[in-house]
């Protein structure tokens, strides 16, 4: 198995998701938070040239 | 959809309290990794990459709430996003599978990217037109959505906008006599929901899946799947799409005709993406969930595109009413943007490079420099679409006035990808992870030598290849300027009379050139799209008879590149000639106004490729036009006088010939 970085939350339900936080989680988010404002949102033009 | 939380244990037995011990990390077995990677997946893979989205959702949505959770602007008049948690909550117990639904619907993980860097920017975003809380009420609204699917009554007051409550994947209410933004008082009771706003009420009884007064239903249509019919949804109505509508509640001007001709376009690709690449059309039958229309493009430009949060979503612009080759192109793009819906999934879970992300690559299918993870993402897609091409050549799917467009197709596409993943391989910030994808995706493509092209499409597919990579290079590659000074004073003391440059040019291009990114390079597909037209007769003969809509039907296209691929080297040879003589302006022949000539200095090569004779010209332009440009660009500034574009071509090709 390839362990990724992702947290596994197959098992947690909305109503324990909040009770699992703890301090691995803010590394986590904070990653998390990084990767989503640093990475491109729309992979548009990738098909033909249109370029946004 | 994929079933998310494998098995048909109960998923809550499964929940680990907190301890101390590392919480566990989704994983991919190496086989899967590997396939997915070559390019390919399959239901058992992608439902792996569905249950590491939940996640990756449900990691988001706990972010929102810790950064909304002390926000006044994003409580604003609604109740507190507490309250809106209780009731998803409530509705999950109730069925699961609805609030994983809406969970991993694409429009929640658009909304979620766009909600969390608006929060994350703090209200610095001045170009928001609606309240913070309006996007954090978003949360509302799916609770609610989960409530009235699950038949759980409810009161709770909603965000509106533009005078619209969009319930996901429900519909769109319009609420009489409002048009702003503002609460709404929400009533469910278990059968019929009541919206109150400013004294006008509006009953909806639900489901409700035909459109009536003050409700619109979302489009959807019909997969028909081994395992049974799949629905996908047209996203024309809410709010959160990969390109917000400027006003979520401006009707389509025809919505019926509208979603007949999507229909009708799915109904024609998917037994063709079905035929031509079985692995492909499992792929997406497991991953796509919405399409979001946009405007009508010209042809051979269809415009697509995903987004990194929105797996299962792509946009597309409707076919034009006379698109070639329509349904094989859609099949084309179905294959093409699920590919980055995978990989952004993937990347969820893997890093497979670093944080680094200047634009600094080339990427044969773009105008503009790349960064690595576009370039990952470019590979990964136009792998599928190459694999998809081959396959509708091999499974003889194609009609006879299609066949030579998808062997083009795939020559071109292979070629691409052939000139880029090697060197993409031994990219820097490349994870260890990120250079065994690209290892696996590169056997991939190096396995499709066995479709059989004719000779003359190999090569018109290698022109057209390399035409970009020149119009690339020539567009955003900047030459060493003390090697630009010394051939100036070389051509100028002796070099116009024919005396050769004193030392070789490596052929690479001397020192390295820089890369000096070009805002304003568009459109360098031009002659490609020229060419798939000449391959789709009557397609260019209509435009040589009628040469004036060349510029409306081929944007950035010149009259010479026109001549050129219609077979006229030696006219549109003069044209490029005279453009790059006359400097930046409108073409020679009529058209269009370039602000660059790097796209006559490109045709030119082309045109002197295609006349012969002119092999020291052809190779500088090849080599490093961006040199041969600066040269002729810096001899008309020095001595007054505009040199002859190809002799001065055919001079640093003959110095780029000889030894350094």
Known sequence: ?52 | MTPVGSGGEDPFQRHRPPTSARAPRHGLPPRHFDALAAGGGGAAVIAHLWDAERSHRLLLLGLLMTMAADRSDAIGPLEHLDRAWELLSEAERLSRAVTDDLLLLPETGVWLQHTLRRLREDGVSPDEDQPLWVDTGQLHLIAAASAIRTGLSFSLRLPSRSGTVWLPSLGRATLPGSAGSGPVQADFDGAALTLRHGGETLHVALPCRQAALGWQPPTTFVLELPEGPKEIHLSDLGPYRIFPAESVAEPSPSPGEQADRWGELLRHAWPLLRRADPQAAEDVAVCLRSIEPLPASTPFRWHSATMGGGMGGLAASEPAAVEPAAAAQFAAILTHEIQHSKLSALMHMYSLHTQENRPRLYAPWRDDPRPLNGMLHGVYAFSAVARFWRGYVLSGGAPPDEAALAQFEFALRREQLLRVLPPLGKDRELTRLGRRFLGQLAETVSDWADASVPKALVGEAERVAEDHAVSWRLHHLAPDPSLVAELIEHWITGGHTGRPFPRGIPLQGCPVPRLVPDPTARNLDARAVLTRMRLMEPALAKLRADPERLAATVEGARPADLLLVAGDATVARELYAREISAGPGPAPGGGAVFHSTAGAWAGLRLALDSSGGHRAAGLALLRCPELVRAVHRAIGETTGEPADPVAVAAWVGRAAAAPA
């Open chain 1, 1 to 52: 198995m390839i362990e990724s970085e992702l947290l596994d939350l197959t098992g947690v339900s909305f109503e324990n998701l909040r009770a699992q936080r703890g301090l691995e989680w803010d590394q986590i988010e904070a990653q998390l938070l990084r990767k989503l404002c640093g990475s491109a949102a729309v992979l548009a033009g990738d098909h033909n040239s249109w370029t946004m």
